[in-house]
């Protein structure tokens, strides 16, 4: 198939024209924007409705008894219900907490149903593929419970090893696993693993950071009980995130930051909570962002998240090829080389040229990658790496990104040889 | 406008492929001291000899793009065998061609001059443009600042 040809229904080149920022020159050349997988691109609809609501409908959430006070909250809380339908949460918008990204969703977790249901004997397992977001708040909540953190190891095929995956589980009390590896684009078998862990009687949390925008994610149909993802991963704002619980989980749940909005009352002796994912969200919350992520939570349902997986699919089969075509070895897939079970995240390490000096030169052709250890060093260390440079797609790459990729990388290859 | 001929100058290139004074010396008698950028993972180890105030040897060790282990090469040359107050002065100056921002054309005029007594140096002079990766640059002399200092207290 010629680069830049299309294959789904799904138009890219119309997804393309919805983008201001691939409009934008760099050093003289189109933009070829290939950092998805650190944070997407924005479309019109998504800055507009934020703009709008700035100029037209802000005011603080609940409480308010004038218009646009109403007209906030409604824009606020039906984001809210969106995120819930978008993900198939069967609590609804009960079950949905806005968080500020990925990061703080974990570390609510962690901190609050954690440090509640977790102590000294009990185990969270995690795997070696994880991002520092879901390493560090556990090795934080060790220190204060001595909670152990357990890993599942990565095998030399870029996938999680389970051969001793039941010793693994023994005294787990929650498995913690990426639903796709921010570095490898290795996908979990996140339903299979879940109901293992459940079966063991262990609940189940899935980093979603590199999954949702990508691809359908249905919580009712994976059966896990914790999804944390960040809006500006999935076309929306930055200053936004989701921690998704089962509303029985979270009824259990004591409140995360103390403040305002998440008190149901105050005296000079102490404070009750909120009911609700009100008791998690303490202060005024990031309302024109919440209303931003509507916005893309619209766009790609308008997309279709079935579209939206077959086009990034495709994609990444065809830049696996053209990479091994091209470079016959020199540039070094660090990740699996098939698109089973695999996204389009393709880190790279390109022989006698160091990731940061791939991304300068790539920079000159006006690529954006992404040097370095992508928050994931236990991984990096797994396979003696530094650093990687790192390409990731989304709904809005296309072939012809990846024939600019090929160039750069030749000239950077051609410069340091 | 800055290109890449400005970074990647052939000097800098030569010394990423065939680094300068590369290895290790014993330690003791050698001070040895480290440096981690640990933005990008950049790691250098500099072994330092010194004797009646001068530093009769120096040898590095580490890894990194080519600008953070080309300035350790450079850096290596421009130091070796040089009296203690020289090497002090020349990481001084290294470190203020590394802070130096916009210019007109007659400090232009006036740095090519001073851009001279830095010798091979002056190669890394294009790092200034591409702010992001002075921090590789200095990476070896900060380190280098260090050993000299706990080698004084």
């Not at chain 1, 703009?51 to 802000?58: F, K, P």
């Not at chain 1, 980093?207 to 949702?212: E, F, K, T």
Request: with cysteine; aromatic share 6%.
């Amino acid at each position: 198939m010629a680069p830049g040809q299309r294959v789904s229904s799904f138009n890219a080149r119309r997804v393309r024209a919805d983008i201001p920022q691939l409009t934008r020159r760099i050093n003289g050349r189109p933009i070829t924007y290939l950092d998805s997988g650190a944070s997407s691109l924005q479309t019109h609809s998504v800055i507009d409705a934020m703009s709008r609501y700035y100029e037209l409908r802000h005011a603080n959430v609940h409480r308010g008894v004038y218009q646009t006070a109403n007209e906030a909250t409604d824009a606020y809380e039906g984001s809210r219900a969106a995120v819930a339908r978008f993900i198939n949460a069967p609590g609804e918008e009960s079950e949905v907490v806005f968080t500020k990204n990925t990061t703080e969703s974990f570390n609510l977790l962690a901190k609050v149903w954690g440090a509640t249901n977790l102590g000294a004997g009990d185990v969270v397992l995690i795997t070696q593929m994880e991002h520092h977001a879901n390493i560090v708040p556990w090795f934080q909540l060790r220190e204060a419970t001595g909670v152990e953190v357990r890993f599942i190891p990565v095998g030399d095929d870029y996938r999680l090893d389970l051969t001793n995956l039941d010793e693994l589980l023994r005294d787990v009390k929650l498995l913690s696993i990426t639903g796709m590896s921010n570095v490898l684009g290795t996908k979990n078998r996140v339903h299979d693993l879940a109901a293992i862990a459940h079966s063991v009687g262990a609940l189940v949390a899935v980093d979603g950071a590199q999954m949702v925008g990508h691809g359908p994610v249905d919580v009712t149909a994976l059966d896990i009980d914790f999804l944390a993802f960040s809006g500006h991963k999935m076309l929306g704002p930055t200053g936004i995130g989701v921690l998704w619980t089962r509303e029985s989980v979270l009824d259990t749940m004591g409140p995360f930051m103390g403040g305002g909005g998440m008190i149901a009352d105050v005296t000079l002796d102490g404070f009750t909570p909120a009911k609700g994912v009100a008791r998690f969200e303490a202060g005024t919350p990031p309302i024109a962002e919440a209303v931003g992520l509507h916005a893309a939570v619209r766009y790609l349902e308008g997309l279709g998240m079935d579209h939206v997986a077959a086009h990034e699919r495709y994609l990444t089969e065809d830049a696996l090829r053209r990479l091994d075509l091209t470079f016959d070895g020199r540039v070094r897939v660090i990740g699996p080389l098939d698109v089973i079970d695999r996204g389009g995240v393709i880190s790279l390490d390109v022989e006698g040229v160091h990731p940061h000096d791939v991304a300068q030169v790539l920079d000159q052709f006006g690529v954006c990658v992404r040097p370095g250890h992508h928050c994931a060093k236990p991984l990096m260390r797994r396979f003696n790496l530094a650093a990687t440079a790192r390409a990731s797609f989304g709904p809005y790459s296309n072939t012809a990104d990846t024939t600019v990729l090929l160039e750069a990388l030749e000239h950077a290859l051609k410069m340091f040889g | 406008m800055s290109n890449l001929e400005d970074l990647y100058r052939e000097i800098i290139l030569d010394h990423y492929r065939s680094p300068r004074n590369r290895g290790e010396l014993a330690s003791p008698p050698a001070h040895r001291v480290e440096g981690f950028n640990p933005l990008c993972g950049d790691e250098v180890t500099v072994y330092l000899d010194v004797n009646d105030g001068v530093l009769t040897d120096i040898k590095l060790t580490g890894h990194g793009c080519s600008i953070s282990q080309s300035s350790s090469s450079l850096m290596s040359t421009a130091v070796k065998g040089k009296p203690l107050e020289d090497v002090r002065a020349t990481i001084e100056a290294f470190k203020e061609l590394m802070t130096a921002h916009e210019t007109t054309t007659d400090e232009e005029e006036r740095d090519a001059t001073n851009l001279r007594t830095f010798g091979e140096l002056a190669a890394l002079a294009g790092v200034v443009k591409f702010p992001v990766r002075i921090k590789c640059a200095t990476l070896a002399w900060n380190t280098l600042q260090q050993g000299l200092q706990e080698l004084a207290s």
